[in-house]
T-cell receptor
Framework: DGGITQSPKYLFRKEGQNVTLSCEQNLNHDAMYWYRQDPGQGLRLIYY???????QKGDIAEGYSVSREKKESFPLTVTSAQKNPTAFYLCASRYSGGTEAFFGQGTRLTVV | DAKTTQPPSMDCAEGRAANLPCNHSTISGNEYVYWYRQIHSQGPQYIIHGLKNNETNEMASLIITEDRKSSTLILPHATLRDTAVYYCIVANAGGTSYGKLTFGQGTILTVHP
């Protein structure tokens, strides 16, 4: 089935460690996105990418890094520079402008 | 991207129509209006989108004012399963900046029995 997959669903890390969240889509979508959601809050854009090998910072990019080496994949690395990394992370993709975005089911990251 | 303003919360009785407003007074000519909803701890689900004409699908109707500065999402017969956070966003349809999708705080819709 076509879709967007995030893994793992739950992730635990020790403070000071980098961690990479996976996002894969087989929808042939051009654009991919990463959002962060804190309890009771809306979605905040971290990074987005419209084409392979290109990406732009969103509103809260500090402490995060991404890559877009393949159209299907847009991994997010939460670095040790992110001061408060515990959150729910959502990945999305869409075909192009004027179309809807599809979301993954999210990864809940807990840093202890 | 244009900003959107939504009421933080709304209530609706089961079986009645839920009308969720959104203000986007700074919308530009090539920006679409999108609606998504998010049920607790899940990824947001697309509902509907439009440019300037009213739109309807199996889930909802979208009414966009003639000046495009506001819109209303209508769930015609709300059920308990429609309880969720509803997000209204505007985004470019094309060009080099089409990619950015910015969500606001949304409206918490609670459907009561």
């Amino acid at each position: 089935d076509g879709g967007i997959t995030q893994s793992p669903k739950y992730l635990f890390r020790k403070e000071g460690q980098n961690v990479t969240l996976s996002c894969e889509q087989n929808l042939n979508h051009d654009a991919m996105y990463w959002y962060r959601q804190d309890p009771g809050q809306g979605l905040r854009l971290i990074y987005y990418s419209q084409i392979v090998n290109d990406f732009q910072k969103g509103d809260i990019a500090e402490g995060y890094s991404v890559s877009r080496e393949k159209k299907e994949s847009f991994p997010l690395t939460v670095t040790s520079a992110q001061k408060n990394p515990t959150a729910f992370y959502l990945c999305a993709s869409r075909y192009s402008g004027g179309t809807e975005a599809f979301f993954g089911q999210g990864t809940r990251l807990t840093v202890v | 991207d244009a900003k959107t303003t939504q009421p933080p919360s709304m209530d609706c009785a089961e079986g009645r129509a839920a009308n969720l407003p959104c203000n986007h007074s700074t919308i530009s000519g090539n920006e679409y209006v999108y609606w998504y909803r998010q049920i607790h701890s899940q990824g947001p689900q697309y509902i509907i989108h439009g440019l300037k004409n009213n739109e309807t699908n199996e889930m909802a109707s979208l009414i966009i004012t003639e000046d495009r500065k506001s819109s209303t999402l209508i769930l015609p017969h709300a059920t308990l399963r429609d309880t969720a956070v509803y997000y209204c966003i505007v985004a470019n349809a094309g060009g080099t900046s089409y990619g950015k999708l910015t969500f606001g705080q949304g409206t918490i819709l609670t459907v009561h029995p």
